[in-house]
């Protein structure tokens, strides 16, 4: 599943079983056929049929933006180029992904969310449905993480993120614990 984060660019030429080299701007490799040349993990391949035809880059950021070319590797040489521009995009996430964190009675736990996109002044806040925090009484926390110090059944429940970007811009995310 692809994130709404995510860029994916097509090969529309049918060229399954050619050699395609994907590029990023004039000199940044991607792919060669299957095999990876970049060590950036948001990279990666997929295709109707698993047959690797279309670049997946997930999530985008700025740097993202600009010409990806795939060549295909024929006796007359194919291109086929895809121009980026990348918006001003603002996403928050849970950590873990799935929203879901298990926690032993008197443990530790850390919720946590992320922001995607590029907005390094973004603030968090966290609250609990229900009301205010077990231990604290507080009704709202300010971070991008919550620590439980000593997690108790009281501690179980949902927890929302909310990030809000510099510009603000407001999206948030749900933690069960």
Same mark, same amino acid.
């Given at each position: 599943?692809?994130?709404?984060?995510?860029?994916? +660019?097509?090969?529309?030429?049918?060229?399954?079983?050619?050699?395609?080299?994907?590029?990023?701007?004039?000199?940044?490799? +991607?792919?060669?056929?299957?095999?990876? %040349?970049? &060590?950036? *993990?948001? @990279?990666?391949?997929?295709?109707?049929?698993?047959?690797?035809?279309?670049?997946?880059?997930?999530?985008?950021?700025?740097?993202?933006?600009?010409?990806?070319?795939? &060549?295909?590797?024929?006796?007359?040489?194919?291109? +086929?180029?895809? $121009?980026? %521009?990348?918006?001003?995009?603002?996403?928050?996430?849970?950590?873990?992904?799935?929203?879901?964190?298990?926690?032993? $009675?008197?443990?530790?736990?850390?919720?946590?969310? =992320?922001?995607?996109?590029?907005?390094?002044?973004?603030? @968090?806040?966290? &609250?609990? $449905?229900?009301?205010?925090? *077990?231990?604290?009484?507080?009704?709202?926390?300010?971070?991008? =993480?919550?620590?439980?110090?000593?997690? %108790?059944? $009281?501690?179980?429940?949902?927890? @929302?993120?909310?990030?809000?970007?510099?510009?603000?811009?407001?999206?948030?995310? =749900?933690?069960?614990?």
């Amino acid at each position: 599943m692809v994130s709404p984060s995510a860029s994916v +660019l097509p090969l529309t030429q049918d060229s399954s079983d050619l050699v395609r080299i994907w590029t990023f701007g004039s000199s940044v490799m +991607l792919f060669t056929g299957a095999v990876r %040349t970049t &060590r950036d *993990p948001r @990279f990666s391949l997929a295709g109707p049929a698993g047959d690797g035809t279309t670049l997946v880059v997930d999530p985008v950021t700025r740097s993202d933006q600009g010409r990806f070319t795939c &060549r295909i590797m024929v006796k007359d040489e194919v291109n +086929l180029s895809h $121009e980026v %521009t990348v918006v001003e995009a603002f996403a928050v996430n849970p950590v873990p992904r799935s929203g879901v964190l298990s926690v032993d $009675e008197q443990s530790a736990a850390t919720l946590a969310c =992320e922001v995607l996109g590029d907005d390094p002044a973004a603030s @968090f806040q966290w &609250r609990r $449905e229900g009301g205010a925090f *077990p231990h604290s009484g507080e009704y709202t926390f300010d971070g991008d =993480e919550y620590l439980i110090g000593n997690a %108790t059944r $009281e501690d179980a429940g949902h927890y @929302f993120c909310t990030a809000t970007s510099s510009k603000g811009i407001q999206h948030y995310t =749900e933690v069960h614990r």
